[in-house]
């Protein structure tokens, strides 16, 4: 009865630098929940988008119904019956319920569009997905649950074969979940198969028939989930070696430069405690969602907090603002370094100097020469290879950017570094600089926090390792405690329970 | 906590209203003169171009555009209607030409917002300067007139005891409140304006109704361009020049977001009846029109700091709930 009617074969797709996907094969049968898995950027939301039109494979064939296809756009996606259902969603906040499901596809009578036919179905559809919603509210005062409704309520009327949920369960509480997965479930019995990506394993367990799961881009299996345990999909998931060197020398650190306690955000974090001490890089793993990027972000100043108690270098703080972080010592190297970090227009001098300038030209003139002499210090400190220092930034590579971003730090005297994903992005070579870098900065009795996805990384360089999930620190490992098993088991089920 | 239960006790009214209420009560106490039926035919007679503009101003916002030629095409309009009465055209085919300068105007800047993917502030510029540059080369920059009598009966003239031009926005009104309200093409603009992807995903096609959208506001700016000529009984080159930012202003103090996904053209009508009596009211009062000016810009940027942070606090009610 279930027979496969979409099938992906050697699926290759490069972006600049970057192999993400690497002979992806992969089956869905009708009528399956076909769970893909794998840690941040092995390549899982490449392969939905490339199902859903988004991208095109480099190379590589889909079969749909054993013919060749190119989903070349999201429009052709969906009319072949692919719906995906991103985080992202794809709804309009301004229209009604039943406009953002008949989208595209209004029914018409004398009048202009049928409003009461739009109504009637919308009722129809909702009522079968358990919702008691009526189909003239605005989305926008919708919850995040009841746009994912009609998202999935817009697929059951396109007569989807395919829905790609990316996540669907990240905004969800229990009993939403639980409604979800009965939505699932009875999708499923009309034969619509489900491509469910999820990073929650006892989810997997509960809804999903097959597992497949990726690697760095590669395939590593397809699975019957009735035939593994959680601790097997931990190993296919983690299954690498640390290849890298990670030049670490430890030092006995010393007193608390950052403390956190009970820190709470409006939305994302829940009672955060946290210490960096002198001399130490702490190390920050969760998965995507789990607030790691928003504890950055608040312990910088860029976004609030409203509850909890917050001291740097032994003063406790109680509003933060980036001015005065980078005032007392702080500095944050974000994630997306080309949007957040480096002003990519200008030139690798401006760029060293920028958060430096009223500290060194405090009368408000900039002296060329002397700034050229400062910019020039740095860029020989931290091997930046560029041909001048007027370069502008957008053409150095990724690794000379981040080495850029460290020689602004350094030029603003920061103790405090936040690394939020310190490699991602940069090739070997410079990875093991920048760890070089890191190691150097901390020997000089500075200190880090480093949010990274790669665990080789996380392991081979924190002395001490926080475990976030669902805007928690749920664990805290010292050096030498943790393996990778063990912080993949915390990232994902938040907590140590296991099978 | 008060706000709430007005909004309970008056579901559908909008808060805009209340504003405009508060404005005629005050005005009508302090101001005998306002109170006259004459002054507010008055009113309407002189809020009537900016009401046509201003609708075509609000659709274009709600898609996330912004269009600055609405003025300079309205004058360019009204000058070639002008050209064609006063080189003895009959009525009909002058009116015509009018309506569809603004038209192909409307037109040409679609095309190069929704195929060339100029942001629309610099195709609409564009557009402006263009426009005004052809209304003051068609006539020398002089003023065209001698224009027929007949045509100043026009806008002069009434329905019934309503003045046409209010006949002529009425019907722009009715028309476009159709299309937004029970056609495709006003669920689609909102789609447009809110979430670009998922229209296009949906099967929408963006270029085409971002041209539409255009060509609406110039064919309404052709319609305004002859209310004008007609009311002034001459055509001239530069009469249009700020309209089309004090239609901005009607449809961001109606509450369209300049981002655009959401706006009303009732309110944007509200939005225009506020500036004209705001105006008339210290015309009234006797201001002379350089500092009602001012007057108006201090008011408008008031409401619109005020309308932000409603916005902000429903943001973090909306941030609270989820």
Avoid at chain 1, 368 to 379: Q, S, V
Avoid at chain 2, 299 to 317: P, Q, R, T, W
């Amino acid at each position: 009865m279930n027979t496969t009617f979409l099938e992906l074969i050697n699926i290759i797709k490069d972006f600049p630098g970057v192999r993400a996907l690497n002979n992806v094969n992969l089956k869905i049968n009708t009528g399956e929940v076909h769970v893909l898995l794998g840690e941040n950027g092995a390549g899982k939301s490449t392969l939905m988008k490339i199902l859903s039109g988004v991208y095109l494979p480099t190379s590589g064939k889909i079969l749909m119904d054993e013919k060749d296809i190119k989903i070349n756009n999201p429009r052709f996606a969906r009319e072949i019956g692919i719906s995906p259902i991103f985080q992202e969603m794809n709804i309009v906040p301004y229209l009604s319920v039943g406009e953002n499901i008949f989208l595209g596809r209004e029914p018409k009578n004398r009048l202009g569009v049928d409003f009461n036919e739009i109504n009637k179905s919308t009722i129809r559809v909702l009522k079968r997905l358990g919702m008691g919603i009526k189909p003239n509210i605005l989305v926008k005062d919708l919850g995040i649950a009841q746009k994912q409704m009609i998202e999935i309520a817009r697929a059951i009327l396109t007569k989807s074969r395919l829905v790609i949920m990316d996540e669907p369960t990240s905004a969800l509480g229990e009993i939403e979940t639980k409604k979800l997965f009965e939505i699932i479930r009875s999708l499923k019995k009309e034969g619509i198969a489900i491509l469910y990506i999820s990073h929650r394993l006892e989810e997997i367990f509960e809804i999903g028939d097959k597992v497949t799961v990726l690697r760095d881009g590669k395939l590593v299996d397809t699975v019957n989930i009735k035939e593994v345990t959680k601790s097997k999909i931990i190993t296919m998931m983690v299954g690498r070696t640390i290849n890298e060197i990670f030049p670490r020398n430890f030092m006995t650190s010393g007193e608390k430069v950052l403390q956190l306690k009970n820190v709470s955000s409006r939305n994302k974090l829940r009672n955060i405690n946290l210490k960096v001490c002198k001399g130490e890089i702490v190390g920050l793993y969760g998965l995507v969602g789990a607030g790691r990027t928003e504890l950055a972000q608040i312990l910088f100043g860029l976004d609030s907090f409203n509850d909890g108690y917050i001291e740097i270098f032994g003063k406790h703080i109680e509003k933060l603002n980036p001015i005065k972080c980078i005032k007392i010592g702080l500095g944050l190297l974000p994630e997306d370094r080309h949007k957040n970090g480096l002003c990519l227009g200008l030139s690798v001098k401006s760029n060293i100097t920028k958060s430096s300038l009223e500290m060194e030209f405090p009368s408000g003139f900039i002296s060329p020469i002397k700034e050229a002499i400062l910019a020039n210090r740095y860029i020989q400190e931290c091997n930046i290879i560029t041909p001048s220092v007027n370069r502008i930034v957008e053409y150095l590579s990724g690794g000379n950017q981040q080495k850029t971003m460290i020689a602004q730090w350094r030029c603003a005297q920061s103790n405090l570094l936040i690394f939020d994903e310190p490699t991602r992005g940069i090739d070997v070579g410079a990875k093991v600089e920048v760890h070089q870098f890191m190691n150097a900065h901390v020997n000089k009795g500075n200190s880090i926090l480093m949010i990274s996805s790669e665990l080789p990384e996380i392991l081979g360089m924190s002395d001490r390792i926080y475990i976030m999930y669902r805007g928690q620190i749920v664990k805290e490992f010292i050096r030498g405690e943790a393996n990778q098993e063990s912080i993949i088991q915390f990232a994902i089920m938040g907590s140590e329970k296991y099978e | 906590m008060n706000k709430n239960l007005l909004n309970i006790s008056l579901p559908n009214i909008p808060e805009i209203l209340y504003v405009l209420i508060f404005l005629l009560i005050i005005l009508g106490i302090f101001i005998p003169e306002f109170r006259t039926i004459g002054n507010i035919l008055n009113i309407a007679q002189q809020g009537a171009v900016l009401a046509i503009i201003a609708l075509g101003s609000c659709i274009i916002t709600i898609i996330g555009g912004i269009d600055l030629s609405l003025g300079a095409v309205l004058s360019l309009a009204g000058m070639f209607t002008a050209l064609l009465l006063k080189e003895n055209f009959n009525l009909i085919i002058s009116l015509m030409g009018g309506i569809g300068c603004g038209l192909i105007c409307g037109l040409i800047t679609g095309i190069i917002i929704a195929y060339g993917n100029v942001p629309s502030f610099v195709a609409t510029l564009g557009m402006m300067s263009m426009a005004r540059g052809i209304s003051l080369g068609l006539f020398d920059g002089a003023t065209i007139s001698g224009l027929p009598k007949y045509f100043r009966n026009f806008a002069n003239g009434y329905i019934g005891v309503i003045p046409i031009p209010i006949v002529i926005v009425l019907i722009c009104y009715v028309i476009l409140e159709y299309l937004m309200k029970r056609e495709k093409f006003g669920i689609y603009i909102y789609a447009l304006g809110g979430n670009q992807n998922a229209a296009r995903c949906c099967g929408i096609n963006s270029k085409i109704l971002t041209m539409i959208v255009y060509t609406i506001g110039g064919l309404l700016a052709g319609i305004a361009g002859i209310i004008m000529v007609s009311r002034l009984n001459c055509g001239h080159p530069t009469v249009g020049i700020g309209y089309e930012f004090e239609a901005i202003v009607a449809v961001v103090v109606g509450g369209t977001p300049l981002e655009g996904g959401w706006g009303s053209l009732g309110r944007t009508l509200i939005g225009v009846i506020i500036i004209g009596v705001l105006k008339n009211g210290l015309m009234l009062l006797g201001y002379p029109s350089y500092w009602q000016m001012a007057i108006i810009g201090v008011g408008v940027v008031l409401a619109l700091i005020m309308a932000n942070m409603a916005f902000i606090k429903s943001k973090e009610y909306i941030n609270l709930q989820t």
